[in-house]
């Protein structure tokens, strides 16, 4: 495309020479005696050419309302020798250059080629920037790692489409934030987006979230009330922890995903929805698959789009950008003193384990951001959870003497309820188990209606 360029000159002769070559050498010309005439073309050009000295507004003015405009547009200004200071303060407020009168047109055309090629390497560079930050940064996710890169380049290939996503990865290493950013860049990304953390809600109420009740549907349905699909219409629905979906809700679940259809608890209405459905989970469904605690069509009905997480200690070379990321976003919130994070830091954090992964480093940077009271955070300052595994274990880390790993097994899993005073969903959490995963082994050992 040809580059427009506004010439602001009140000497009509010389107005009209610069036109005709600027026009000979290719440029489309838009041309003003002052720079009243002059505001109406400035959303079109490329580049502005205006004296300093105009009547009425003049060439400074000009140049400021042109950048108001359009701040990356460059501006050259062209003045008489006797008034280069101006020209000098034009450059301050962001003249691309300026040029003498009286100047050859090969200076003139020398000096615009300049001014268009510098903007246009800035051009590109800005757009190199916004590209990497789509790249690197969805929402928040910082990620340099090749692990990271593929699974950006995976979400932002599967984001346009409709596919169900089945998440997979450990607690805290970003799942949530990885179903948004492919909720964003999907055509559904001005309809609603509808987590339901499938732990948090009791078993028995559980169907009647997802899918709503009608009145009268059991005690105390005092009115009907529409579930998390229902209010998902049209936009994304995010499973998380779906391996804790009781058998009976994931046969419901299934029809969903195949057909599009349900029924409110205590209805017989058929209501149709259009939903994209993202599943996540931090267990080996597999491993449910082969204990029966979870349907292998349903699972095969997720897992169109797969898409695995690596732990934070398997993708080191993230925490840098990840810390410094933390820092700059915290920091300021917290009224800390410290606004950037020293190499010694950095170094202490890369050498831990993160069994919390990303969130555990969150909230470790923000931690140490509460507690320092320098202006940059020190390996002195980063305050590590007490007792967390290091990134090394231990050598001698095996079964007790004299006890088999399935007694082994149970001693664990006893402890886990022991901890959690019998609370079985707390007990799963602890143990990286589904709830069902859960109750399988306690009915092995004898232990589930205990």
Excluded at 276 to 284: C, F, G, H, K, L
């Amino acid at each position: 495309m040809k580059k427009r360029i506004l010439v602001v000159e009140d000497e009509e002769k010389l107005r009209r020479v610069i036109e005709l070559q600027l026009a000979g050498a290719g440029y489309e010309v838009d041309q003003a005696g002052s720079g009243q005439q002059a505001v109406s073309y400035l959303d079109n050009a490329d580049l502005l050419l205006t004296d300093l000295k105009l009547p009425g507004m003049s060439g400074q003015e000009l140049l400021t309302l042109a950048h108001r405009h359009n701040a990356q547009m460059p501006v050259i200004v062209m003045t008489a020798f006797g008034t280069v200071e101006t020209a000098v303060e034009a450059m301050k407020s962001g003249a691309a250059d300026f040029l003498l009168k009286p100047f050859s047109l090969d200076h003139l055309m020398n000096v615009i080629e300049k001014a268009l090629e510098v903007s246009s390497l800035r051009d590109e560079n800005r757009k190199l920037r916004e590209e990497l930050g789509l790249r690197y940064q969805f929402d928040n996710i910082i990620g340099r790692s090749r692990a990271m890169q593929e699974i950006f380049a995976t979400v932002m290939r599967v984001a346009p489409t409709r596919a169900t996503v089945l998440l997979a990865g450990e607690s805290g290493v970003g799942k949530d934030l990885i179903a948004r950013a492919i909720h964003h860049h999907s055509p559904r990304r001005g309809r609603p987006f509808v987590k339901i953390n499938c732990t948090a809600i009791p078993e028995n109420l559980m169907e009647s979230e997802l899918f709503g009740f009608d009145k009268g549907a059991f005690t105390g349905a005092t009115a009907s009330k529409p579930g998390k699909f229902e209010l998902a219409d049209t936009g994304t629905v995010f499973l998380d922890e779906i391996g804790d979906v009781p058998p009976s809700v994931q046969v419901k679940l299934l029809r969903v995903l195949q057909e599009r259809e349900f029924e409110r608890l205590g209805s017989n209405k058929t209501l149709r929805i259009d939903v994209r459905v993202i599943a996540a989970t931090n267990v080996d469904l597999r491993a449910a698959l082969e204990q029966g605690t979870f349907r292998e069509d349903l699972f095969y009905r997720l897992n169109v789009v797969p898409i695995d997480i690596p732990p934070l200690r398997e993708r080191k070379e993230d925490i840098p950008f990840l810390a410094r990321h933390f820092v700059a976003k915290l920091a300021a919130g917290l009224g800390s003193t410290a606004d950037s994070i020293e190499e010694d830091a950095i170094e202490k954090l890369s050498e831990y384990h993160w069994p919390g992964n990303v969130r555990q480093l969150e909230n470790v940077i923000e931690r140490s951001l509460v507690l320092s009271a320098g202006k940059t955070l020190q390996a002195s300052d980063i305050r590590l959870d007490v007792g967390a595994a290091l990134r090394t274990p231990s050598s001698d880390l095996f079964l007790p003497e004299g006890m088999t790993l399935e007694q082994f097994e149970q001693s664990i899993i006893r402890e886990a309820l022991r901890r959690c005073g019998g609370n079985k969903s707390q007990a799963a959490r602890l143990l990286g188990l589904t709830r069902n995963a859960l109750r399988y082994r306690l009915s092995q050992i004898g232990l589930e209606n205990s």
